[in-house]
């Protein structure tokens, strides 16, 4: 089964207000990671939280981590169009080597 | 640097034909990994290489062999293609710390569309 899961599993939101996107995980983590798909594309990496990190900033993005509930968010604020993708969040258990990636959540923005 | 880069970008075969997808990246990384992409799926591990000259299995590798062919290159082979292998293939790369622990970040390729009738 898949160690991560998004919510919701699509997003259609009006160009300027913020996404929020969240990841639920199963066992114990490392750290987690959110990716970015455009259509067509291959994944790109966006930002990466670790175990005893609580939230992290990059830009437009804020991601927030709670090992107690085992789940993540992604928030993207003040949308832009060109924000329309998919996003994947991504985990590697603690002692482990392989990614885990989620189903992810198709983000649309209108302009 | 090109990246990771796969060859072709898009395939179609008859049931039972088979094929090789390339994956070769420049990134002198370690490790390398075999993805497949279904609609709603998410990314599920076909195989990967921990380093050079090692292959294992991930979540879904029947109907697939892979070959490292060196540092750079780490191609999948389907043998006898069906329908159900019809999907979005990548192929994504993990480099290693000074210290040769992983690094968590992978890098992906652009993807190979695959077709089986």
């Known amino acids: 089964s898949q160690q991560g899961e998004e919510d919701p599993q699509a997003l259609s939101i009006q160009e300027g207000e913020n996404a929020t996107m969240n990841c639920s995980y199963k066992?114990?983590?490392?750290?987690l990671q959110w990716y970015r798909q455009n259509s067509g594309r291959g994944l790109v990496h966006l930002i990466l939280?670790?175990?005893?990190?609580r939230e992290k900033h990059s830009g437009r993005l804020r991601v927030t981590l709670d090992t107690s509930k085992k789940s993540s968010s992604l928030l993207i604020t003040a949308s832009r169009a060109a924000d329309t993708a998919s996003y994947f969040c991504?985990?590697?258990?603690?002692?482990?080597?392989?990614?885990?990636f989620g189903a992810g959540t198709r983000l649309f923005v209108k302009a | 640097n090109a990246g990771v880069t796969q060859t072709p970008k898009f395939q179609v075969l008859k049931t039972g034909q088979s094929m090789t997808l390339q994956c070769a990246q420049d990134?002198?990384?370690?490790?390398m990994y075999w993805y497949r992409q279904d609609p709603g799926m998410g990314l599920r591990l076909i195989y990967y290489?921990?380093?050079?000259?090692?292959?294992d299995k991930g979540e879904v590798p029947n109907g697939y062999n892979v070959s490292r062919l060196n540092k750079r290159e780490f191609s999948l082979r389907l043998e006898s293609a069906a329908p159900s292998q019809t999907s979005v293939y990548f192929c994504?790369?993990?480099?290693?710390?000074?210290?040769?622990?992983?690094?968590?970040?992978?890098?992906f390729g652009p993807g190979t569309r695959l077709l089986v009738l």
């Open positions: 990134m002198n990384h370690n490790s």
């Open positions: 939280i670790r175990s005893n990190e």
């Open positions: 290489s921990a380093s050079e000259g090692t292959t």
């Open positions: 066992t114990s983590i490392n750290n």
């Open positions: 994504a790369s993990r480099g290693a710390t000074n210290r040769g622990l992983f690094q968590e970040t992978q890098y």
């Open positions: 991504a985990t590697i258990r603690t002692g482990g080597f392989k990614t885990i």
